[in-house]
């Protein structure tokens, strides 16, 4: 079966660093994304990788090593308005996403 | 302002009622989806569109419908509701299936069946 897993939940302060996991296991591989999600608004785009190694846009960035099944998503410099959840989601060979189900980040003055 | 709309936001439906779900987009976007999201579970594809005319079943399709007949409007049909209908349901839509393309989402619609 298809399978994303994602810690469920993490807590970090205001101005720190936080890194973010996600494993998969799927048929078939044709790029991840991560989304943010505020809570009671719809998911919005943050990244998208592809080929393995580091991407980088701002405060985020997103790594990917498809080897290993495993990419990460790293917020530098944390603000309050990051508390949200992130999903990750990888397009399989049908090019249907799969999604897991999200990782709360609480955020700490 | 180019995006994409659900209706209704929230609904309180009663169990056996039919209810159907609107989604529209101005993006003129090709591919278009319905997932629903339920607490500790990742969004769930319902039905898809990757063009109008065409729709396909995704991972939850039982107990609902859709049709494609232009670009724009995909909605989303529950013939008859059951409780475990309960859920979020998010429309999206991306420009194309394929490589990098991203989805875009609508609000959502909150929908509990009693």
């Known amino acids: 079966g298809q399978n994303i897993d994602q810690p469920t939940e993490m807590t970090a302060t205001e101005g720190a660093i936080v890194q973010i996991n996600c494993t998969y296991q799927?048929?078939?591989?044709?790029?991840l994304f991560w989304y943010q999600q505020h809570a009671g608004e719809a998911p919005t785009f943050l990244s998208y990788?592809?080929l393995d190694g580091l991407e980088e846009k701002g405060r985020f960035s997103s790594f990917l090593s498809r080897s290993k099944g495993y990419s990460y998503l790293l917020l530098k410099e944390l603000q309050m308005k990051d508390s949200a959840s992130y999903l990750c989601?990888?397009?399989?060979?049908?090019?249907?996403?799969?999604w897991g189900a999200g990782t709360k980040l609480i955020i700490k003055p | 302002i180019a995006g994409i709309t659900q209706a209704p936001t929230s609904q309180i439906l009663a169990a056996g009622r039919r209810m159907t779900l609107r989604c529209t987009q101005d993006?003129?976007?090709?591919?278009m989806y319905w997932y629903r999201q339920d607490l500790g579970l990742g969004l769930r594809l319902i039905h898809y569109?990757?063009?109008?005319?065409?729709?396909g079943k995704g991972e939850v399709p039982d107990g609902y419908s859709v049709s494609r007949a232009n670009t724009d409007d995909f909605p989303l049909t529950l013939a008859s509701a059951v409780p475990s209908q309960t859920s979020v349901y998010f429309c999206?839509?991306?420009?194309?299936?394929?490589?990098?393309?991203?989805?875009?989402f609508g609000q959502g619609t909150r929908l509990t069946v009693v």
């Open positions: 999206a839509s991306s420009d194309g299936s394929e490589g990098n393309t991203e989805a875009f």
């Open positions: 993006m003129r976007h090709n591919a």
């Open positions: 569109s990757n063009t109008a005319g065409t729709t």
């Open positions: 799927t048929s078939g591989f044709n790029g």
């Open positions: 990788n592809v």
């Open positions: 989601a990888v397009k399989d060979s049908n090019y249907q996403l799969i």
